[in-house]
T-cell receptor
Framework: EAGVAQSPRYKIIEKRQSVAFWCNPI?????LYWYQQILGQGPKLLIQ????????DSQLPKDRFSAERLKGVDSTLKIQPAKLEDSAVYLC?????????????FGSGTQLSVL | AQTVTQSQPEMSVQEAETVTLSCTYD???????LFWYKQPPSRQMILVIR??????QNATENRFSVNFQKAAKSFSLKISDSQLGDAAMYFC?????????FGTGTSLTVIP
């Protein structure tokens, strides 16, 4: 079974530039999550999709971050414009359903450095 | 607010020995799940073990077991017969409804 695919693996940009990350979840998984993991901290949820609808985006900085999930499968997370504090690893995860007992399957993340 | 606290930023263990990682959480919910995830240098987080709050029996998965103390809101992970491949960041997580909350992690070093 293929895992959660993410790209790119690394990205270096200058502040005020824009960047996009891509995620392909495990086939058949209805729920997709984007997490931000700042160095030394645990993952923090940015946005959660159930199929192609947003379940929770309460911690997404909507003035600069946007995300979409096309046809309930792939997802793209965009930052525009980037700030220094956006430097982090961006993790995508998926699960079969969206309940509290669900096992999350994670991708390898994108490490973003904003200079 | 739900919070997850891991008070040990770093731990080390000799190969083949046993180590316990601590986790406490704060919640007013009665129905929830607790998890331990492992994050190796590859960054891909992998589920180690899962515990349902309603189950009194502690979960076990091969060399991994938990000590779940619901009243104390404590959820520690015990790794027996530690192996070099166990070296990683370990995150405790709490889930209720459709939200997951992660601790700040414990970095485990395994000494040959």
């Amino acid at each position: 079974e293929a895992g959660v695919a993410q790209s790119p693996r690394y990205k270096i940009i200058e502040k005020r530039q824009s960047v996009a990350f891509w995620c392909n979840p495990i086939s058949g998984h209805a729920t997709l999550y984007w997490y931000q993991q700042i160095l030394g901290q645990g993952p923090k949820l940015l946005i959660q999709f159930q199929n192609n609808g947003v379940v929770d985006d309460s911690q997404l900085p909507k003035d600069r971050f946007s995300a979409e999930r096309l046809k309930g499968v792939d997802s793209t997370l965009k930052i525009q414009p980037a700030k220094l504090e956006d430097s982090a690893v961006y993790l995508c995860a998926s699960s079969l359903g969206g309940g509290r007992r669900e096992k999350l399957f994670f991708g390898s993340g994108t490490q973003l450095s904003v200079l | 607010a739900q919070t997850v606290t891991q008070s040990q930023p770093e731990m080390s263990v000799q190969e083949a020995e046993t180590v316990t990682l601590s986790c406490t959480y704060d919640t007013s919910e009665s129905d929830y799940y607790l998890f331990w995830y492992k994050q190796p240098p590859s960054r891909q987080m992998i589920l180690v073990i899962r515990q349902e709050a309603y189950k009194q029996q502690n979960a076990t998965e091969n060399r991994f077991s938990v000590n779940f103390q619901k009243a104390a809101k404590s959820f520690s992970l015990k790794i027996s017969d530690s192996q070099l491949g166990d070296a990683a960041m370990y995150f405790c997580a709490y889930s209720t409804g459709n939200q997951f909350y992660f601790g700040t992690g414990t970095s485990l070093t395994v000494i040959p």
